[in-house]
């Protein structure tokens, strides 16, 4: 396997450094993409073991309506984590996956033009 220098793909011309190719392999986005899956895929285990932990100790929450003691206090911060892995973290991984899955099928478009 050959390994490419840094800069294989540039070329020096009378107008200067003249880029060739300006795009990631398809192959290596497709190697991307497989370990963005595995990381997903273990955060959605993870997630799964935090709501069963948040499940079981709420069932330990205090009967208090003026103050937490420590199980509140942890269930409502495993809450919060939860939220997060779930909106920010596997939702942010989905989307990055299925922009490179259309780099891979599309080739580069651009999203944001002037």
């Known amino acids: 396997m050959k390994i490419k220098r840094f800069f ?11 880029d060739l190719v300006n795009d990631i392999s398809k192959e290596r986005v497709e190697q991307i993409v497989k370990e963005l899956g595995s990381i997903s895929a273990t955060y959605g ?3 799964t073991t935090l709501k069963k932990f948040e499940e079981e100790l709420s069932k330990y929450k205090s009967k208090s309506k003026e103050s937490n003691d420590q199980i509140d206090d942890a269930v409502v911060t495993l809450q919060q984590i939860n939220k997060s892995v779930e909106q920010d973290i596997l939702n942010d991984l989905d989307s990055i996956v299925s922009k490179l899955n259309d780099y891979i099928d599309n080739g580069r478009n651009y999203i944001y033009d002037k």
Do not use: A, I, M, S
């Open 8 to 18: 294989e793909n540039e070329v020096q011309g009378p107008e200067g450094v003249t």
């Open 45 to 47: 285990d993870k997630l």
